[in-house]
């Protein structure tokens, strides 16, 4: 009786491990796509260009989460406080709040 308990648990701790590894897998391909629209859509941003209507619309709608995850203290180092700035504010020019001192992975809002 005991080994088919610890058989049955064994199981369930497998499935569960299993369906939280596609669950991240889903999610890391979901944001890919997310990451991969906005930046389509927000590409004049570069040269400091107003948004266009459909780049806040993304902004708007792209999770946090996902943009969110990819700022490594690597890529934070690239960036200076002009931009970090800059960004937050066409945030906040395309409707989205963002509080003063919001982490976004190694990066904080002004």
């Avoid at 930046?39 to 459909?54: D, G, M, Y």
Wanted: glycine fraction near 4%; proline fraction near 5%.
């Amino acid at each position: 009786m005991e080994e088919n308990r610890a058989i049955l648990m064994s199981l369930i701790l497998i499935v569960l491990i299993s369906n939280f590894t596609l669950n991240m897998v889903a999610a890391e391909s979901y944001c890919h796509a997310q990451r991969r629209v906005l930046v389509n859509a927000c590409k004049r941003l570069i040269l400091r260009q107003s948004p266009t209507a459909e780049c806040c619309l993304r902004i708007r709608r792209t999770p946090m989460w996902c943009v969110c995850s990819i700022i490594t203290p690597q890529l934070a180092a690239l960036v200076n406080a002009n931009d970090v700035s800059y960004a937050v504010g066409v945030i906040r020019q395309c409707g989205r709040p963002v509080a003063r001192g919001t982490k976004c992975g190694s990066l904080t809002a002004p």
